[in-house]
């Protein structure tokens, strides 16, 4: 019966660094999602030009972006962009401090400009995004290996004390 409670102590501490270690990959990957969408962004705008509500909704209805919730907020309530998408940037708890102001000045550059101007401005916060990605890309290959290392070797201490 001890042995079968060390296993599983074991294995949820493990589990637990694990889970620590994912969470900071799946902040990369989000990141990522969201240079993907700016580029999509610049390419409609760059080949369509539609009106910013349009744009909204086209972005929003692909499949590829519906993890973005502030997107999905967004276009719909695109009648009173671009505080609504303020709003939404405001509101989601998955973009961080950093990201969430690159997401504010994108939201306030549609429309709001020249064709050339928007490009500009959203290739600057795709440079800014990719910086950001980079970082947490680092941080989770150096810290996620730390992670599951602390969750087994704290899990075998947890085990060693108490048998």
Not at 148 to 157: K, T, Y
């Amino acid at each position: 019966m001890k042995l079968i409670g060390a296993m599983l102590l074991l294995g949820s501490a493990l589990f637990c660094g694990c889970t620590a270690a994912n969470l900071l990959s799946r902040k990369a990957a989000y990141l990522r999602l969201l240079r993907q969408f700016l580029t999509a962004l610049m390419n409609e705008l760059r080949y369509t030009l539609p009106p910013v509500s349009d744009l909204l909704r086209t972005l929003a209805g692909q499949a590829a972006y519906r993890e973005l919730t502030f997107l999905q907020t967004a276009a719909a309530h695109s009648a009173t962009f671009p505080e609504s998408w303020l709003d939404a940037v405001r509101q989601d708890r998955q973009l961080s401090a950093d990201t969430a102001a690159v997401m504010e000045t994108v939201g306030q550059t549609l429309g709001a400009t020249d064709l050339d101007g928007q490009l500009c401005t959203l290739q600057l916060c795709a440079g800014r995004l990719a910086d950001l990605q980079a970082d947490a890309e680092q941080t989770a290959k150096e810290k996620g290996a730390l992670y599951r290392s602390l969750g087994l070797f704290g899990g075998l201490f947890c085990v060693i004390l108490l048998l």
